[in-house]
């Protein structure tokens, strides 16, 4: 399902994108285009694999890794 990033990530990598992606909506518009540029950069997940981008949050992520989309090893 990927078109830019990644769909696996280590046990690690996904609970760094769980707290960014909790975190993303306390944060100023600016912080929020480093925070999703750090996802994108640091850790190859695009939202926009997953979405229109509308509404992804940290339930949007553990939705995707429970239907096998976004797989954690």
């Given at each position: 399902?990927?078109?830019?990033?990644?769909?696996?990530f280590s046990q690690q990598e996904?609970?760094?994108?769980l707290n960014l992606l909790k975190k993303l909506p306390h944060h100023?518009?600016?912080?929020?285009?480093?925070?999703r540029n750090h996802l994108r950069k640091k850790l190859g997940f695009y939202i926009?694999?997953?979405t229109d981008g509308k509404g992804f949050n940290d339930g949007a992520f553990?939705?995707?890794?429970?239907?096998?989309?976004?797989?954690?090893?």
């Open positions: 399902m990927p078109k830019k990033g990644r769909n696996t996904a609970a760094e994108i100023s518009r600016k912080n929020q285009m480093k925070v926009s694999d997953f553990k939705h995707f890794v429970h239907l096998g989309d976004i797989k954690i090893v």
